[in-house]
């Protein structure tokens, strides 16, 4: 017989807890004298479907008299009153009740109970809740949504799907990382990304898990939702919870697709002809000659395009398989995976291997344990060479390579480019050789492992101990052939270790007397990571064939080094919820946290929070508001926190040096040039206010919440005086504020024979920084290069963090230069001119998420925005205006730049005198809208064909990146070369490896 899916959903043992807990309450507020006969009752407990429910509970009212069914939905239960009344239930369907009436056989038939079912269930930190039932901001992504987007991480699932959170590509290469901020940036020096927890352990690095093994993520973004993650949620937290086991029969579920990946574009460069046109142009403004004679023109050859020669149509392969079971007692999941994707770059690619198993077993009604256990291996071959400039990295060579030189010799060796034209730049890199002859190929292995015992020594009683270990080891080989243009063969290799402990031990109490509800939880938890890498390097191989693996063989083996780091969290924890009549609802959380990183005196800080939450539908006044089916109003406010400092960062650290003295080498310590101060916890405290609100029996729901966010405390470095002996010093001081609104609107727009569900989501932050120690500027990095020198990035008080400085340009003076305003006033331009030329944060991000579903067909739209946000286009200033060394450049450059006849072109005269600054010329609109993902899937018919041994089959088409819409000039809006957790530098766009589109087919199993 085939199983009602929706019986299965709720036969976790937690929610049966839950379930028979509330029955005996239930019984236990109403109880009655029952001194009627009584007599042995038994019988059968099944759904609608005729399928029998084991499990079920069955509970004589008004008594605590109750027992659970067996496999077969059968129950037989002694002393029971002939005029009492049985009550019926199950997690999922309707309670019923059945008259005793001095019966001795009473079978039950339970129905699907629609209501229940859609009340949903997020993971909150240390337990779970109904969404309904929520007082904070928590936003969640389900298991159905995951599936629709082809990625290598967990973080590319996330883009555009949950309110406030912005995931940001660093890098298109396969199995780069993504920068995620939520409700925008707090710290300066300390960590901006989220906390990840993975079945409620936090972890260092989520990608492990492949996004198949993924039953739902929560967002938890508000501080009264964070707190309880105490020093570790001021960024905000995402929760993973993998795939459990169910009781009923045995469910395998096969998850495969195949795709390719291709350029989202190609840039419109010059051909041959234009290449030596513009290098005699350039040459006459210069030296008044060419350097290309009529002779060169008469003999060319076809243009080489490299573009064509270094991308590629590139194949993605995913394949999932997932086995689940168990019965009342015992539950199980087994699951293994297996990612291959190749780069769009040739000899580039990405696999990750994943083994995950769990195990979920009663052994009595007193005690439960779960095991989990995963194993991942990830590889890949990088070609991800971020930066550079002329020529002189391989994302800008791939299509700034001369197209009049090939990349061979006769011989078959490799040409340098700088050989063949004198004014070539001397790094210039011959981009197919780079592709063949650079290996850097890395692995990492991770193994995580976690058990659980639960007790409920009474009813509604709960305590958990756990624990958790996640070991990572991870292996960088980096080699460069002796085939490669003046190579001597190159090798070095990165090796580290990372190991993660921790543990959660918890008390957790649930009762309810009467209209009154709520629920107790304290505990402690436990964190120790330590990181030890590893590097050596050599140069100088007689042969290629061992590559890294004979260092020894070196010519000139390069100086080994190591490093150590540890650090600890020692936490204390408790939340108090509370619910009368399921209108008010509470919430109150407070964890003590300390760290290791910190000075003595210092170690601990203590975060609170508060959330209250009023459901105004539960009203006597709103009972005639027929088309309002929920209305909640949420208020929550809370602290918490950010380390914002290193292992050690606390410590007068001794860092080695080595001289020379009379001929021989001595090694000795030298104290560093940052004194160490005495710091604490960067703290972030939250307002939110919110509201919930469904109309037309929840047809249509909307979610808005507005925040203010202050992070005090900031860590930030300091300058000494000199004759202290230390330049600078690191200090508390410092506050940056985030306010903003978030919209969410689900609506069912059709639910007949055709169904169509349609979301959105839209998020406007605004980020200032309010103080900074003394006032003064703090500047990103310093980008030296070639053609510009100068910081991008500043954080200035009463700006938005981040913002783009520099000048202002004032078009051409009379011989085709670049001018720049004078904005002080005073003759020539100096730092002084300097001002806000761009924002890198975003005005609002956005999606709109569209479900149609007819017969067996369905159609998925998944669109994806971002609003108002500035990009510094470093990439563009190296290849369309650094002029005279040897790179090819955009057409448009050639058609369109000044000449006397032309003094209000798009570029300068093209000449290698040119000079340039950090300037509103490179900012670029960042915005854009794009088609993220778009599916048609058919479900099989598998009953009309006949077809008994799959429970479903379904086959797909999708699409990814399809289509974008924006201004923006170079690959893809969608980039921030330099970011990362810690990062000042923010919307930068500096020859990342580009993103792509590709299109996909599949095919999902059930049996």
């Known amino acids: 017989m085939k199983t009602n899916c929706v019986t299965k959903d709720f036969r976790h043992p937690a929610l049966k807890v839950w379930a028979v807990m509330i029955?005996?309450?239930?019984?236990?507020?109403?109880?009655?004298?029952?001194?009627a006969q009584t007599i042995n009752v038994s019988g059968v407990v099944s759904a609608s479907?005729?399928?029998?429910?084991?499990?079920?509970?069955?509970?004589?009212?008004?008594?605590?008299?109750?027992?659970?069914?067996?496999?077969?939905?059968?129950?037989?239960?002694?002393?029971?009153?002939?005029?009492?009344?049985?009550?019926?239930?199950?997690?999922?369907?309707?309670?019923?009740?059945?008259?005793?009436?001095?019966?001795?056989?009473?079978?039950?038939?339970?129905?699907?109970?629609?209501?229940?079912?859609?009340?949903?269930?997020?993971?909150?930190?240390y337990g779970t809740m109904k969404k309904k039932d929520l007082t904070g901001s928590v936003s969640s992504v389900k298991a159905e949504k995951i599936a629709e987007v082809t990625g290598t991480t967990i973080a590319q699932t996330l883009q555009g799907r949950a309110a406030g959170v912005i995931v940001q590509q660093n890098s298109g290469a396969p199995g780069a990382t993504l920068q995620i901020r939520i409700r925008g940036n707090n710290s300066i020096r300390g960590d901006n990304e989220p906390l990840w927890v993975i079945d409620g352990f936090p972890v260092s690095n989520a990608n492990m898990i492949n996004t198949a093994d993924i039953e739902s993520i929560d967002i938890l973004k508000d501080a009264s939702a964070t707190a309880i993650y105490g020093s570790r949620g001021a960024n905000g937290v995402v929760i993973v919870t993998t795939k459990r086991g169910k009781a009923g029969k045995t469910t395998v579920t096969y998850d495969g697709s195949f795709g390719i990946q291709t350029l989202r574009?190609?840039?419109?460069?010059?051909?041959?002809?234009?290449?030596?046109?513009?290098?005699?142009?350039?040459?006459?403004?210069?030296?008044?000659?060419?350097?290309?004679?009529?002779?060169?023109?008469?003999?060319?050859?076809?243009?080489?395009?490299?573009?064509?020669?270094?991308?590629?149509?590139?194949?993605?392969h995913d394949h999932a398989i997932n086995i689940t079971g168990g019965n009342d007692k015992t539950k199980f999941s087994l699951g293994g995976s297996y990612f291959d994707q190749e780069g769009i770059i040739k000899n580039s690619e990405f696999k990750r291997i994943s083994v995950r198993n769990s195990i979920d077993h009663n052994i009595s009604k007193y005690f439960n344990v779960s095991f989990n256990a995963l194993l991942t291996r990830t590889s890949c071959n990088d070609k991800d060479d971020v930066g550079g400039q002329r020529g002189g990295n391989l994302q800008q060579a791939s299509f700034a390579a001369p197209p009049t030189i090939g990349p061979y010799n006769e011989d078959g060796t490799y040409k340098r480019f700088p050989e063949e034209y004198t004014f070539v730049a001397s790094g210039f890199v011959n981009p197919l050789a780079y592709v063949n002859e650079t290996n850097d190929k890395w692995f990492r292995n991770r193994v995580m492992s976690n058990i659980a015992l639960n007790i409920k020594p009474i009813d509604g009683l709960v305590i958990m101990f756990s624990g958790n270990v996640l070991n990572t080891d991870y292996r960088r080989d980096y080699y460069q052939t002796s085939k490669y243009p003046n190579s001597p063969g190159r090798a070095l290799i990165t090796a580290t270790q990372v190991l993660e402990l921790s543990s959660s031990n918890t008390i957790t109490y649930n009762k309810a007397i009467r209209d009154h509800s709520f629920s107790i939880m304290a505990g402690s938890t436990y964190e120790y990571l330590r990181n030890t890498p590893f590097t050596m390097s050599g140069e100088g191989y007689v042969n290629d064939i061992l590559e890294t693996y004979d260092l020894g063989s070196a010519a000139v083996p390069g100086i080994a080094s190591s490093s150590y780091a540890d650090w600890k969290i020692l936490s204390f924890l408790s939340r108090f919820n509370y619910n009368y009549k399921d209108k008010y609802l509470a919430t109150f959380t407070v964890r003590a946290d300390g760290s290791s990183r910190f000075s003595e005196g210092d170690k601990w800080g203590t975060f609170p929070s508060a959330a209250l939450a009023w459901r105004v539908s539960k009203e006597s006044f709103m009972e005639d508001i027929d088309f309002i089916s929920n209305f909640k109003l949420r208020l929550g406010y809370g602290e918490t926190g950010n380390p914002g400092v290193s292992a050690y960062g606390t410590l007068n650290m001794l860092t080695g040096e080595s001289g020379v003295w009379d001929k021989t080498t001595y090694t000795g310590y030298n104290p560093g040039s940052v004194y160490p101060g005495k710091l604490k916890w960067e703290t972030t405290t939250q307002t939110n206010a919110g509201i919930d609100i469904g109309f037309f029996d929840d047809r249509l729901n909307l979610s808005a919440d507005y925040y203010v966010k202050n992070t005090t405390d900031l860590l930030s470095i300091?300058?000494?005086?000199?004759?202290?002996?230390?330049?600078?010093?690191?200090?508390?001081?410092?506050?940056?504020?985030?306010?903003?609104?978030?919209?969410?609107?689900?609506?069912?727009?059709?639910?007949?024979?055709?169904?169509?569900?349609?979301?959105?989501?839209?998020?406007?932050?605004?980020?200032?920084?309010?103080?900074?120690?003394?006032?003064?500027?703090?500047?990103?990095?310093?980008?030296?290069?070639?053609?510009?020198?100068?910081?991008?990035?500043?954080?200035?008080?009463?700006?938005?963090?981040?913002?783009f400085y520099g000048y202002?340009?004032?078009?051409?003076?009379?011989?085709?230069?670049?001018?720049?305003?004078?904005?002080?006033?005073?003759?020539g331009i100096t730092d002084a001119d300097k001002t806000v030329i761009g924002n890198p944060n975003p005005d609002f991000i956005y999606s709109i998420d569209s479900k149609m579903t007819y017969k067996n067909f369905t159609l998925s739209v998944f669109f994806q925005g971002v609003q108002g946000n500035d990009i510094y286009c470093l990439s563009m200033g190296s290849t369309n205006y650094d002029y005279g060394w040897g790179m090819n450049t955009f057409r448009e450059v050639l058609t369109d730049h000044w000449t006397p006849e032309n003094t209000d072109a798009k570029y300068p005269i093209i000449s290698t005198t040119n000079t340039y600054q950090v300037s509103d010329r490179f900012v670029y609109d960042g915005s854009y809208l794009r088609l993220k993902n778009i599916e048609l899937s058919y479900s099989v018919p598998l009953e009309k064909l006949g077809i008994n041994w799959s429970e479903k089959c379904q086959v797909y088409a999708s699409g990814q990146n399809l289509l974008t819409i924006t201004s923006y000039p170079w690959w893809d809006p969608d980039v921030n070369s330099r970011g990362s957790g810690t990062s000042v530098n923010q919307g930068i766009d500096h020859f990342s490896y580009p993103t792509y589109k590709s299109v996909t087919f599949g095919l999902r199993l059930a049996f």
Not at 23 to 35: A, H, N, P
Not at 281 to 291: A, E, L, S, V
Not at 747 to 775: H, M, P, Q, T, Y
Request: charged share 25%.
């Open 808 to 827: 202002m340009e004032d078009g051409y003076d009379e011989n085709g230069k670049i001018k720049y305003k004078d904005l002080d006033g005073i003759e």
């Open 718 to 803: 300091v300058d000494l005086a000199m004759s202290s002996g230390y330049t600078s010093t690191v200090q508390n001081n410092g506050k940056i504020r985030n306010r903003g609104f978030e919209f969410q609107v689900d609506a069912v727009v059709c639910d007949k024979a055709f169904k169509w569900n349609l979301s959105g989501n839209i998020s406007f932050n605004r980020n200032e920084v309010v103080e900074l120690a003394d006032g003064k500027d703090i500047s990103g990095t310093y980008y030296s290069l070639a053609w510009m020198g100068d910081y991008i990035n500043l954080i200035r008080e009463g700006e938005p963090f981040g913002v």
């Open 23 to 35: 029955l005996i309450l239930f019984g236990s507020l109403f109880c009655t004298d029952l001194l």
């Open 265 to 316: 574009k190609k840039f419109d460069m010059m051909n041959a002809e234009e290449y030596m046109t513009l290098t005699n142009i350039q040459y006459n403004n210069d030296f008044g000659i060419d350097y290309f004679t009529q002779n060169d023109f008469d003999n060319l050859e076809e243009s080489v395009d490299w573009q064509d020669m270094i991308y590629r149509k590139a194949k993605v």
């Open 49 to 125: 479907s005729g399928e029998a429910l084991p499990g079920a509970y069955v509970i004589v009212k008004g008594t605590t008299i109750g027992i659970m069914t067996d496999n077969d939905g059968k129950y037989s239960l002694a002393n029971v009153p002939s005029t009492g009344t049985l009550v019926f239930s199950f997690l999922g369907m309707k309670t019923l009740e059945i008259n005793v009436e001095g019966r001795t056989n009473i079978d039950a038939t339970l129905e699907d109970d629609a209501v229940f079912l859609s009340e949903e269930i997020v993971v909150i930190g």
